[in-house]
């Protein structure tokens, strides 16, 4: 059974950085697509940033490119989003996510089968 455990999450100030983890479990394959996800109350889930284990290739969204990497650790199936320059509109829940192999940018659409609990950032100004 798969699953995805996300931590990392808490308060910082603007301006300020942190990493958030996610830990995965259960995958039977070394290739698929994992990406992180933000949501607020009362807004639309936004796609953050994207990535294939196969061959490393990325996707971002254009309001966190250049402050935000994602990188995965293939030994330890456990995917990392570190976030720099952060801003108080970065608050938001954040959420892992992964399925089968698909282009990054399709990936970051939303359209994947397994999500974990998600990790509340909050960016105080």
């Known amino acids: 059974d798969v699953q995805l455990v996300e931590s990392g999450g808490g308060l910082v100030q603007a301006g300020g950085s942190l990493r958030l983890s996610c830990a995965a479990s259960?995958?039977?394959?070394?290739?698929?697509?994992i990406g992180w996800f933000r949501q607020v109350p009362g807004k639309e889930r936004e796609g953050v940033a994207c990535?294939?284990?196969?061959?490393?290739?990325?996707y971002y969204a254009d309001s966190v490119k250049g402050r935000f990497t994602i990188s995965n650790d293939n030994a330890k199936k456990t995917n990392y989003l570190q976030m720099n320059s952060l801003k108080p509109e970065d608050t938001a829940v954040y959420y892992c996510?992964?399925?089968?192999?698909?282009?990054?940018?399709?990936?970051?659409?939303?359209?994947?089968?397994?999500w974990g609990q998600g990790t509340l950032v909050t960016v105080s100004s």
């Open positions: 259960g995958i039977p394959v070394d290739d698929y697509v």
């Open positions: 996510a992964a399925d089968d192999p698909k282009p990054t940018v399709v990936a970051c659409q939303g359209y994947l089968e397994v």
């Open positions: 990535m294939s284990t196969s061959d490393g290739t990325t």
